[in-house]
C-alpha cells in the first residue's frame, strides 16, 4: 500500500527513473563488452572471439575478391586475344577463299573445310 501522500506524478516520476537506470546499465554492459572485444589480448588463428572471427572472415573474403578479381581480369585476356585470332583467322580463309574462288566450287571441293568454317561465304 502506498503512502497516503503518493500521488500518480510520483509514481509516473518513479517508472521514468527505473526506465532511465535500466537503460544506463544496459548501456554500462554493451560499453564494457565492446571494451573488453577490442582490449589486447594473446591472439591465434582459432581464436573464438566474436571479433576476431568477424576479422578473420572478413580478411578472407577481401582476399577471395583479389582472386577473383585477378582471375577476372586473366579471363578477360585470354578471352579477347581468342577473340582477336579467331578474328584473324577468319579473315585468314575468307582471303583464301577470295583468292583460290575457282577450287572452292562444290560441297565437295579442295576448300569444303574452310568453307565450311565460314558458312556465310559465297
Ligand atoms: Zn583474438
Redesign the pocket.
Known sequence: MYPASFDANEKVVRVNVSQRMERERDEAREALENYKAESI?T?HEQ?Q?PM?VLRRERDKAREDATNYYAKIGELTDSFLFLQREAFEMREAIIATLEENRHLADGDDCTLAKLKSAVPGWK
Open positions: 589480448h591472439c581464436c572471439r576476431c
